[in-house]
């Protein structure tokens, strides 16, 4: 193996596994604000025992539709669908990141969410089942379940495409995903509050890129599929992928600047990090 | 039936969400794209930058979309 594909080999790797980890971070900092607030407004037993189901039923989501994938699915049918999705959630994150950076839409906040979630924990009756307070339970399986969906989502896609650069691509974003897991916990745990100080619509910009990139390069790749049957190339082949991140950040940047200057909103206030503090979410 | 309404409906938000612009204008796009790789409409080498190209359009027109809602709404 040459030294020009072992340097694209680490390149690819080292992309998937900080994508993977940014897109999972932002994920479990939502979740954790969720099973945090159960917690201490319900039950911890409730909370730390559904988080506990939603792991299991992602493990087990995981595993079957992943292994599904691997065995069932050509090439160049996984590339379209894997890459119209990974389209469709990098365009939606990277559409929020735009909006909240121009000032249209407030950054996600997760004190206040923290407080509206221990509201509506506090209003709500007690029922008890399986001997657990049956509503810390299920809001903590809920909010694990659907955010680690997403990071499932992105691990085995990012994971599966990575396949290609690296016989343990899975692995590497698997392994993303649960220090990014790990991360938050302990982080979580130490502060013992809500995440509030992760500049998530920051990291949401910059994975809502790299997802639209990727997207983009395998969608384009698996129409190949209506063609020959085989992968269509890119000029420049992998290489495309960097053009398509820069071509995305020029764009995404003057859309950014066209909606300040539209509303007239404060640089300050549409800055993408700054007004975690100063918005709800 | 109220169970795959349900589900029908996760997926809906799981997949498309708030801005089904994106959505319609991607699943447009490769459809184009398609188009294109099967008529030989275009020199093959093309066909990738058209698509990358529909994609700034459908998040652009995504965002301009919403623009003018806010500007019809008063923000």
């Given at each position: 193996m040459?030294?020009?594909?072992?340097?694209?080999?680490?390149?690819a790797?080292?992309?998937?596994?900080?994508?993977?980890?940014?897109?999972?971070?932002?994920?479990?900092?939502?979740?954790?604000?969720?099973?945090?607030?159960m917690?201490?407004?319900?039950?911890w037993?409730?909370?730390?025992?559904g988080?506990?189901?939603?792991?299991?039923?992602?493990t087990?989501?995981?595993?079957?539709?992943?292994?599904?994938?691997?065995?069932?699915?050509?090439?160049s049918?996984?590339?379209l669908?894997?890459g119209?999705l990974?389209?469709l959630?990098?365009?939606?994150w990277?559409?929020?990141?735009i909006?909240?950076?121009?000032?249209?839409?407030?950054?996600r906040?997760?004190?206040?969410?923290?407080?509206a979630?221990?509201?509506a924990?506090?209003v709500?009756?007690?029922?008890?089942?399986l001997?657990?307070?049956?509503m810390?339970?299920?809001?903590?399986?809920?909010?694990v379940?659907?955010?680690?969906?997403e990071v499932v989502?992105?691990v085995?896609?990012?994971?599966?495409?990575?396949?290609r650069?690296?016989?343990?691509?899975?692995?590497?974003?698997?392994?993303?995903a649960?220090?990014?897991?790990?991360?938050?916990?302990v982080?979580?745990v130490?502060a013992?509050?809500?995440?509030?100080?992760?500049?998530?619509?920051?990291v949401?910009?910059?994975?809502?890129l790299?997802?639209?990139?990727?997207?983009?390069?395998?969608?384009?790749?698996?129409?190949?599929?209506?063609?020959?049957?085989?992968?269509?190339?890119?000029p420049?082949?992998d290489?495309?992928?960097?053009?398509?991140?820069?071509?995305?950040l020029g764009?995404?940047?003057?859309?950014?600047?066209?909606?300040?200057?539209?509303?007239?909103?404060?640089?300050?206030?549409g800055d993408?990090?700054?007004?975690?503090?100063?918005s709800?979410? | 039936?109220?169970?795959?309404v349900?589900?029908l409906?996760?997926?809906?938000?799981?997949?498309v969400g708030?801005?089904?612009?994106?959505?319609?204008?991607?699943?447009?796009?490769?459809?184009?794209?398609?188009?294109?790789?099967?008529?030989?409409?275009?020199?093959?080498?093309?066909?990738?930058?058209?698509?990358?190209?529909?994609?700034?359009l459908?998040?652009?027109?995504?965002?301009l979309?919403?623009?003018?809602?806010?500007?019809?709404?008063?923000?």
């Amino acid at each position: 193996m040459g030294a020009v594909a072992v340097m694209h080999m680490t390149a690819a790797t080292l992309g998937l596994a900080a994508a993977t980890f940014l897109a999972s971070a932002v994920e479990f900092v939502e979740a954790f604000t969720i099973v945090l607030a159960m917690g201490l407004s319900r039950s911890w037993r409730a909370a730390l025992t559904g988080t506990a189901a939603a792991v299991l039923a992602l493990t087990a989501v995981t595993a079957v539709a992943g292994v599904a994938l691997i065995q069932w699915v050509s090439e160049s049918v996984l590339q379209l669908v894997i890459g119209t999705l990974l389209l469709l959630f990098g365009l939606q994150w990277l559409r929020t990141a735009i909006l909240r950076a121009g000032g249209l839409a407030s950054l996600r906040d997760e004190q206040a969410a923290f407080r509206a979630e221990q509201e509506a924990a506090r209003v709500a009756g007690h029922q008890m089942r399986l001997g657990l307070d049956w509503m810390a339970f299920v809001v903590s399986f809920k909010g694990v379940f659907l955010e680690g969906l997403e990071v499932v989502f992105i691990v085995i896609t990012f994971g599966l495409s990575a396949t290609r650069y690296n016989p343990h691509g899975l692995l590497v974003a698997s392994g993303s995903a649960v220090l990014a897991g790990l991360l938050v916990a302990v982080v979580g745990v130490i502060a013992r509050r809500p995440l509030s100080a992760v500049p998530e619509n920051t990291v949401k910009y910059a994975v809502g890129l790299l997802l639209t990139s990727f997207g983009t390069f395998w969608a384009v790749e698996g129409l190949g599929y209506f063609g020959s049957g085989e992968s269509l190339p890119w000029p420049g082949q992998d290489w495309a992928i960097i053009g398509l991140v820069i071509g995305g950040l020029g764009l995404s940047r003057l859309a950014v600047l066209g909606l300040r200057r539209t509303f007239k909103t404060p640089a300050s206030l549409g800055d993408i990090e700054s007004c975690a503090s100063s918005s709800g979410s | 039936m109220r169970f795959l309404v349900g589900f029908l409906r996760f997926c809906y938000d799981f997949i498309v969400g708030d801005a089904w612009g994106i959505a319609a204008g991607v699943v447009a796009v490769l459809a184009i794209g398609v188009w294109l790789l099967r008529t030989d409409a275009v020199d093959r080498a093309f066909i990738p930058l058209v698509v990358a190209l529909g994609v700034g359009l459908a998040l652009g027109g995504s965002l301009l979309a919403e623009v003018r809602r806010r500007r019809r709404t008063g923000r």
